[in-house]
């Protein structure tokens, strides 16, 4: 097998534009997956950027004979894999036969039933409104004008586009629709009655991709819905022999966001938006009416009451008045579940799937959003009974922010990994980087693990900057001195900075305090949506991009646009963060070096590897922590970085930088003038 999988990467490499040749740590990845199929063992692989580690693990996984699921980060990857990647590696190696498939939450796929509903009543998609009600929608609508018109475009785009559609993915679209648009037409896991008690199941979508994926040898989804088939019990996905898992530092965190339940007032009110076209349309005061009121009224009080509570981690069961307000939202779900229960039956039959004469896109035999809603309505006091009395193996809290929430999660996901997926089938699990004892904290026991490193000449290309001698961030006039360091990095850069932050606070102060010293446009996260922003970033001379967490992982801005990046700290988890601080409970004596330090270096990593993204690329990783060359530990953080030349001298990563910025400059003029040319 080894033998024979190497000369396939080697055909598929051979046959991309450009016509390169596999790289060693290719081929040795490739080599490891292909054994770990066909032995039947598990292989934890580091890959470094530039390895090309998606060939790595599809051209085994097409020659192994077995259905192997591959599980993405994101569904931008899954696309590019479903779009780009398989559909290569078939055409080379066409005497497979290798069929594939890429599969999504339900919420990603049109619901033909919502269609039909809308279009059975005559009723165009409303949106905003109070709870639901038709009447003041309708008001909303007028009185927002310009806004509703706009929605309403988008609206008419789907209807258009869902009578060509052969797949329902949202993908498709030329245009991404406002989240209250596609809402409207699409509905959640937690909303479907399923295939066989929907009027619309034969003609469904989402049923028609998992039909596609059960036929399939290779079938991408992403991580969460790796997640939700684990805390569905294995129900969600095709029945599969193997699991490659890319991006498998976020395995973890996905998978206990997944596991876990939260209750806010949002999905409060989000039944009673369901709920009230069924029991209590128009204006009229009614029972109903009341009870739908009654529970706007306990979300109201949930809110207030969570609200005033941001960030505590709640010990037990609680019994105070959160515990009170639990145990009268639950009994309010349950007579509004159960009204809409008896609803649902006196809509019609939902055990008999079909739709009415007409063909597909006609109405369907009956109105399911009684069902839907009651679906909505269970899983919600479900979930908030779930809270009511947490397991000792969970960990509840108060989730802080605009929105709270109260929420449970496991502390240690391992368990369900073990029983769902460890002793079930071959895993792989790879990334560029990974924390370190990651196979052993989730659950994989024995496993082999390998780190083909990275093709790109990081010593040569790369310098890592350590600014030691910055004061303690305690001390005053500490964050003054990062700003002067920021500064004096961009000039030196020439803009092309990307800066990341540990905090939106320091991210604000920072940028406020650098673009009044710049000449350079100094972009700001929250400015526009993170793609516009990268957009911006790439089209903009001299851009520089100042973010938090959500810009560590997932961004990729190849060539002298980005020469430098600039982390203020080292990115340890806060130390009141509830979940961390239940597991640091559970490690004990040890806490830190298994729980605080892996989780600091893999997603240091991750921000460092957002500089050096294909071969040509230069510059310098700023980190502007003093901690990374004078703690204990740098070393493990250290070694966890892209192994660049090091520095704790800013005169030197400013002289790379403005080499970097001059040759940028040159080459930029070198292509104008070709260009103007031709």
């Given at each position: 097998?080894?033998?024979?999988?190497?000369?396939?990467?080697?055909r598929?490499?051979?046959?991309?534009?450009g016509a390169?040749?596999?790289?060693?740590g290719?081929?040795?990845m490739a080599t490891?997956?292909?054994?770990a199929?066909?032995e039947?063992?598990?292989?934890v692989?580091?890959?470094?950027?530039?390895?090309?580690?998606?060939?790595?693990?599809?051209v085994?996984?097409?020659l192994s004979?077995?259905?192997?699921?591959?599980?993405?980060?994101?569904?931008a990857?899954?696309?590019?894999?479903?779009?780009?990647?398989?559909?290569?590696?078939?055409d080379?190696?066409?005497?497979?036969?290798?069929?594939?498939?890429?599969l999504?939450?339900?919420?990603?796929?049109?619901?033909?039933?919502?269609?039909?509903?809308?279009?059975?009543?005559?009723q165009?998609?409303?949106?905003?409104?109070?709870?639901?009600?038709?009447?003041?929608?309708?008001?909303?609508?007028?009185?927002?004008?310009?806004?509703?018109?706009?929605l309403g475009?988008?609206?008419?785009?789907?209807?258009?586009?869902?009578?060509?559609?052969a797949?329902g993915?949202?993908?498709?679209?030329a245009?991404e629709?406002?989240p209250?648009v596609?809402?409207?037409?699409?509905?959640?896991?937690e909303?479907?009655?399923?295939?066989?008690?929907?009027?619309?199941?034969s003609?469904c979508f989402?049923?028609a991709?998992?039909?596609?994926a059960?036929e399939?040898?290779v079938?991408?989804?992403?991580l969460?819905?790796?997640?939700?088939?684990?805390?569905?019990g294995?129900?969600?996905?095709?029945?599969?022999?193997?699991?490659?898992v890319?991006?498998?530092?976020?395995?973890?965190?996905?998978?206990?966001?997944?596991l876990?339940?939260?209750?806010?007032?949002?999905?409060?009110?989000?039944v009673?938006?369901?709920?009230r076209?069924?029991l209590a349309p128009?204006?009229?005061?009614?029972?109903?009416?009341?009870?739908?009121?009654?529970?706007?009224?306990?979300?109201?009080?949930?809110e207030?009451?969570?609200?005033?509570?941001?960030?505590e981690?709640?010990?037990?069961?609680?019994s105070?008045e959160?515990?009170?307000?639990?145990?009268?939202?639950?009994a309010?779900l349950?007579?509004?579940?159960?009204?809409?229960?008896?609803r649902?039956?006196?809509?019609?039959s939902?055990?008999?799937?079909?739709?009415r004469p007409?063909g597909?896109g006609?109405?369907?035999?009956t109105?399911q959003?009684?069902a839907?809603?009651?679906?909505?309505?269970g899983?919600?006091r479900?979930?908030?009974v779930?809270?009511?009395a947490?397991s000792?193996?969970?960990?509840?809290?108060?989730?802080?922010?605009?929105?709270?929430?109260?929420?449970?999660?496991?502390?240690?996901v391992?368990p369900?990994?073990?029983?769902?997926?460890?002793?079930?089938?071959?895993?792989?699990?790879?990334s560029?980087?990974l924390?370190?004892g990651?196979?052993?904290?989730?659950?994989a026991?024995?496993?082999?693990?390998?780190d083909?490193?990275?093709?790109?000449?990081?010593?040569?290309?790369?310098?890592?900057?350590?600014?030691a001698?910055?004061?303690?961030?305690?001390?005053?006039g500490?964050?003054?001195?990062?700003?002067?360091?920021?500064?004096?990095?961009?000039?030196?850069?020439?803009?092309?900075?990307?800066?990341?932050?540990?905090?939106?606070?320091?991210?604000?102060?920072?940028a406020a305090?650098v673009?009044?010293?710049?000449?350079?446009?100094v972009?700001?996260?929250?400015?526009?949506?993170?793609?516009?922003?990268?957009?911006?970033?790439?089209?903009?001379?001299?851009?520089?991009?100042?973010?938090?967490?959500?810009?560590w992982?997932?961004?990729d801005?190849?060539?002298?646009t980005l020469?430098?990046?600039?982390i203020?700290?080292?990115?340890?988890?806060r130390p009141?963060?509830?979940?961390?601080?239940?597991?640091?409970?559970?490690?004990?004596?040890s806490?830190?070096?298994t729980?605080?330090l892996?989780?600091?270096?893999?997603?240091?990593?991750?921000?460092?590897?957002?500089?050096?993204?294909?071969?040509?690329?230069?510059g310098?990783?700023?980190?502007?922590?003093?901690r990374?060359a004078?703690?204990?530990?740098?070393?493990?953080?250290?070694?966890?970085?892209?192994p660049?030349?090091r520095?704790?001298?800013?005169?030197?990563?400013?002289?790379f930088?403005?080499a970097v910025?001059?040759?940028a400059v040159?080459?930029?003029?070198a292509?104008?003038?070709?260009?103007?040319?031709q």
């Amino acid at each position: 097998m080894p033998t024979d999988v190497e000369a396939a990467l080697r055909r598929v490499v051979g046959r991309l534009p450009g016509a390169g040749e596999a790289r060693p740590g290719q081929v040795e990845m490739a080599t490891a997956v292909a054994s770990a199929l066909a032995e039947r063992h598990h292989l934890v692989v580091q890959a470094g950027t530039g390895t090309g580690k998606s060939l790595a693990y599809l051209v085994p996984a097409a020659l192994s004979g077995q259905r192997v699921v591959v599980a993405t980060a994101t569904k931008a990857l899954q696309d590019q894999l479903g779009d780009k990647d398989l559909p290569f590696v078939a055409d080379a190696l066409s005497e497979r036969g290798l069929r594939f498939a890429v599969l999504k939450g339900r919420s990603n796929y049109l619901c033909r039933q919502r269609l039909d509903e809308a279009a059975a009543a005559g009723q165009q998609v409303t949106f905003g409104g109070a709870d639901g009600d038709a009447e003041a929608a309708s008001r909303d609508q007028r009185g927002r004008g310009g806004e509703v018109g706009r929605l309403g475009a988008q609206a008419a785009a789907v209807v258009a586009w869902a009578a060509e559609t052969a797949t329902g993915d949202r993908a498709e679209l030329a245009d991404e629709p406002d989240p209250r648009v596609w809402a409207s037409f699409s509905v959640t896991a937690e909303e479907c009655p399923g295939k066989a008690r929907c009027p619309s199941g034969s003609d469904c979508f989402a049923e028609a991709a998992r039909e596609r994926a059960a036929e399939a040898d290779v079938v991408v989804v992403n991580l969460h819905l790796l997640g939700a088939h684990l805390a569905a019990g294995g129900t969600v996905l095709p029945e599969h022999d193997a699991l490659v898992v890319d991006e498998a530092h976020a395995l973890e965190d996905v998978v206990t966001e997944c596991l876990g339940r939260a209750v806010g007032a949002g999905r409060l009110r989000g039944v009673v938006a369901a709920a009230r076209p069924v029991l209590a349309p128009g204006r009229r005061p009614s029972a109903d009416r009341r009870l739908l009121d009654d529970l706007v009224e306990a979300a109201d009080r949930l809110e207030a009451v969570l609200a005033g509570r941001p960030g505590e981690r709640l010990a037990a069961a609680p019994s105070d008045e959160l515990g009170d307000l639990l145990e009268l939202v639950a009994a309010r779900l349950e007579r509004v579940e159960g009204l809409l229960r008896r609803r649902a039956e006196a809509a019609g039959s939902p055990g008999s799937p079909g739709r009415r004469p007409g063909g597909p896109g006609g109405a369907g035999e009956t109105d399911q959003r009684p069902a839907r809603a009651a679906l909505v309505a269970g899983r919600l006091r479900a979930d908030v009974v779930a809270l009511q009395a947490p397991s000792a193996d969970d960990v509840a809290w108060i989730e802080a922010g605009p929105h709270p929430a109260l929420v449970v999660a496991p502390i240690d996901v391992a368990p369900v990994l073990v029983d769902q997926v460890w002793s079930k089938r071959t895993v792989v699990l790879t990334s560029a980087t990974l924390p370190a004892g990651v196979a052993a904290r989730l659950g994989a026991g024995e496993a082999t693990t390998l780190d083909v490193g990275s093709p790109f000449a990081y010593e040569e290309r790369g310098l890592l900057y350590c600014a030691a001698h910055l004061p303690d961030r305690r001390r005053p006039g500490a964050e003054a001195a990062i700003h002067d360091e920021l500064t004096a990095l961009i000039e030196a850069a020439g803009g092309r900075t990307l800066g990341l932050f540990t905090s939106r606070a320091a991210m604000e102060r920072a940028a406020a305090a650098v673009a009044a010293r710049v000449t350079w446009p100094v972009l700001v996260q929250g400015q526009a949506g993170k793609q516009a922003l990268l957009a911006r970033f790439v089209a903009e001379p001299g851009a520089c991009l100042f973010a938090t967490m959500g810009f560590w992982q997932g961004v990729d801005v190849p060539g002298a646009t980005l020469s430098c990046v600039v982390i203020d700290r080292i990115p340890f988890p806060r130390p009141d963060d509830p979940l961390v601080s239940a597991r640091r409970d559970r490690a004990g004596p040890s806490a830190f070096r298994t729980v605080d330090l892996p989780r600091a270096a893999s997603l240091l990593a991750q921000g460092a590897g957002r500089l050096i993204r294909t071969a040509a690329d230069r510059g310098v990783v700023a980190v502007l922590d003093s901690r990374l060359a004078t703690a204990s530990y740098r070393w493990d953080l250290v070694r966890a970085l892209p192994p660049m030349r090091r520095t704790r001298h800013r005169a030197e990563a400013e002289g790379f930088l403005r080499a970097v910025h001059a040759e940028a400059v040159l080459a930029e003029s070198a292509a104008a003038q070709g260009a103007a040319g031709q």
